[in-house]
């Protein structure tokens, strides 16, 4: 069994930063292809950023260059660095976890097995 925890949103005007975090407790989560998604009111959830067991990652085209994805094993953490926010940034970011064999890509996250409870992030113009 695998829990997420996210932490670190809030409200911030455009062109600030944010740092989202997500802890992990359970399995082997350094296997695991590890990601970020979003959802926007009355919108669809989509996929931001991904992050393999190897390190690798890949973006949505409309964070790629804002964000960055990045874990750190020791403290079976993953973050989401996120800079010049834009109001359309606003959304729930959910951590989210799925076990080898998966495909790791940021269109694929919303078929991801594990998440977590949401955290907000706000940006006002």
């Known amino acids: 069994l695998v829990q997420l925890v996210e932490s670190g949103g809030g409200s911030v005007q455009a062109g600030g930063s944010l740092r989202l975090s997500c802890e992990v407790f359970g399995s082997p989560y350094r296997t695991y292809c590890m990601g970020w998604s979003r959802q926007a009111p009355g919108k669809e959830r989509e996929g931001v950023a991904v992050?393999?067991?190897?390190?690798?990652?890949t973006y949505a085209d409309s964070v790629k260059g804002r964000f960055t994805i990045s874990k750190d094993n020791a403290k079976n953490t993953l973050y989401l660095e996120m800079n010049s926010l834009k109001p359309e940034d606003t959304a729930l970011y959910y951590c989210a976890a799925d076990p080898p064999p998966t495909t790791c890509s940021s269109d694929s996250v919303s078929y991801f097995t594990y998440w977590g409870q949401g955290t907000q992030v706000t940006v006002s113009s």
């Open positions: 992050i393999d067991s190897d390190g690798t990652t």
